[in-house]
């Protein structure tokens, strides 16, 4: 453990957070454009991969997880991994492709 | 306990365990909406074409507007943390106020799309919903609880923020002790990350 690091500052800067706000609000502006076109079947494919690069962005920098160290990392990927895997189940059993 | 006096009190504290614990609250949180957001998937599968019928009731103008709201409100989150780290008090009481207001905001806008939906009697267990397909029924019922459960927690979200705001004003946050700010943030922020998943799967699918 990096016992010396534990008081000092770390945080990114007002800039930083502000340009990740600005990317969201355009992910934003993106996800409802994109809602407008039919893609079929690959329109909720679109939406959850918008929406999954917004969360990326509020998980490495709003919550700080860039600059955690790596148990913060593994843990927050094993809790995701997990909720995959139900889905995943889940899909085993209802959809018969 | 130490009789020494010229020994610096020794304060012990764990930042990194306080957050590691946010943390694995918000994962018993992801379990919660986990379980909701399985059962969205299962019955959307299964009842595609009435959710489209059903989602074209929602207003996805209020909906990109509210989602605009609650990343705002995270920016400000985020920005209260960093103004207090750099030693201003005062803009950071300022963040924290002005992500209230953003919950706020956020809230009042639900009502009005709640009130609308009850007004045109899509409320649960209403006569003209229950006419409706069994898929609509579905839709409406997800509806009402994920985002009645996201708005408790964006209510809880406001009222821990305001506990922060006391505690920045009494010193008990302060520039070198500030988890307990980061912990609101967290819960604050994952709030958010819900909303970011809620507003496409419920309002743009027509």
Same mark, same amino acid.
């Given at each position: 453990?990096?016992?010396?690091?534990?008081?000092t500052?770390?945080?990114?800067?007002?800039?930083?957070?502000i340009?990740?706000?600005?990317a969201?609000?355009?992910f934003t502006? &993106?996800? $409802?454009?994109? @809602?407008?076109?039919?893609?079929?079947?690959?329109? *909720?494919?679109i939406?959850?991969i918008?929406?999954? +690069?917004?969360?990326?962005?509020v998980?490495?920098?709003f919550?700080?997880?860039?600059?955690?160290?790596?148990t913060?990392? &593994?843990? $927050?990927?094993i @809790?995701?991994f997990?909720?995959?895997?139900s889905f *995943?189940?889940?899909?085993?059993?209802?959809?018969? +492709? | 306990?130490?009789?020494?006096?010229?020994?610096?009190?020794?304060?012990?504290?764990?930042?990194?365990?306080?957050?590691?614990?946010?943390?694995?609250?918000l994962?018993?949180?992801?379990?919660?909406?986990?379980g909701?957001?399985?059962?969205?998937?299962?019955?959307?599968?299964?009842?595609?074409?009435?959710?489209?019928?059903?989602?074209?009731?929602?207003?996805t103008?209020?909906?990109?507007?509210?989602?605009?709201?609650?990343?705002?409100?995270?920016?400000?989150?985020?920005?209260?943390?960093?103004?207090?780290?750099?030693?201003?008090?005062?803009?950071?009481?300022?963040?924290?106020a002005?992500?209230?207001?953003?919950?706020?905001?956020?809230?009042?806008?639900?009502?009005?799309?709640?009130?609308h939906?009850?007004?045109?009697g899509?409320?649960?267990?209403?006569?003209?919903?229950?006419?409706k397909s069994?898929?609509?029924i579905?839709?409406?019922?997800?509806?009402?609880v994920?985002?009645?459960?996201?708005?408790?927690?964006?209510?809880?979200?406001?009222?821990?923020?305001?506990?922060?705001?006391?505690?920045?004003?009494n010193?008990?946050?302060?520039?070198?002790?500030?988890?307990k700010?980061?912990?609101?943030?967290l819960?604050?922020?994952?709030?958010?990350?819900?909303?970011?998943?809620?507003?496409?799967?419920?309002y743009?699918?027509?």
């Amino acid at each position: 453990m990096e016992g010396k690091d534990k008081h000092t500052i770390h945080n990114h800067s007002y800039t930083a957070y502000i340009i990740v706000w600005l990317a969201l609000l355009t992910f934003t502006a &993106i996800t $409802v454009a994109v @809602a407008g076109i039919n893609f079929g079947n690959s329109t *909720i494919a679109i939406a959850l991969i918008i929406a999954s +690069i917004k969360t990326y962005l509020v998980l490495t920098i709003f919550m700080h997880l860039k600059l955690e160290n790596k148990t913060f990392k &593994i843990f $927050v990927i094993i @809790a995701i991994f997990f909720l995959v895997i139900s889905f *995943i189940l889940l899909f085993s059993d209802y959809s018969n +492709i | 306990m130490s009789s020494e006096g010229n020994v610096a009190v020794h304060v012990h504290r764990d930042d990194e365990a306080s957050k590691l614990g946010m943390w694995l609250f918000l994962f018993t949180e992801l379990t919660l909406f986990g379980g909701l957001f399985l059962m969205y998937s299962v019955y959307r599968y299964t009842h595609q074409a009435d959710f489209h019928l059903a989602a074209q009731n929602m207003n996805t103008f209020i909906g990109a507007l509210n989602t605009a709201i609650l990343l705002t409100s995270s920016l400000t989150m985020a920005l209260s943390i960093t103004a207090l780290q750099r030693g201003s008090k005062k803009l950071s009481l300022s963040f924290q106020a002005i992500t209230i207001f953003f919950g706020l905001i956020f809230l009042v806008n639900k009502y009005f799309e709640w009130s609308h939906e009850f007004h045109i009697g899509n409320f649960p267990g209403s006569e003209s919903l229950l006419n409706k397909s069994q898929g609509e029924i579905l839709f409406f019922g997800l509806y009402y609880v994920m985002t009645g459960l996201h708005g408790l927690h964006v209510i809880i979200g406001m009222a821990v923020i305001a506990v922060m705001m006391k505690f920045t004003i009494n010193n008990v946050i302060t520039r070198t002790n500030y988890v307990k700010l980061e912990a609101a943030g967290l819960y604050w922020h994952l709030v958010d990350v819900i909303w970011i998943f809620l507003f496409p799967l419920f309002y743009l699918i027509s």
